[in-house]
């Protein structure tokens, strides 16, 4: 069964850290480019950040840009998501997923046919 699974979801404070991870199992990890999105109450969701299959290349959305670090590790098959200095407008739940190619051409969610569950992110003013 193809499956991702978050967790390091939780409450902080503005200004504090957190890292995200995901497992993923079913399939060859290594041949995916692999993401994470967020989506908070009443708002669609949204790309955060991307990398491809090598890990080579990294993409990120203006917002998070210099503050959350997207990395992997092929031989765990492991998904992170290193966040600082967040603020309450990171707060989401935050999904982990699949993308179709080994390449993050294209970014939208709908290039990503797998998902995780979510794991809730709540950043404290």
């Known amino acids: 069964e193809v499956q991702l699974v978050e967790s390091g979801g939780g409450l902080v404070q503005s200004g504090g ?26 708002k669609e969701r949204e790309f955060v950040a991307g990398i491809d299959w090598s890990a080579r290349s ?13 990395s992997r590790d092929n031989a765990q098959s492991t998904l992170y998501l290193q966040m600082t200095n967040l603020k309450p407008e990171d707060t ?16 939208r969610a709908s290039e990503f046919g797998v998902w ?9 003013s």
Do not use: E
């Open 58 to 70: 990294a993409y990120y959305r203006d917002s998070v840009q210099g503050r959350f670090t997207i």
């Open 92 to 107: 989401a739940v935050y999904y982990c997923a699949r993308h179709r190619q080994r390449f993050l051409v294209v970014r």
């Open 116 to 124: 995780g569950q979510g794991t809730q992110v709540t950043v404290s």
């Open 17 to 42: 850290s957190q890292r995200l991870s995901c497992v993923a199992s079913g399939f060859t990890f290594s041949n995916y480019g692999m993401g994470w999105f967020r989506q908070a109450p009443g």
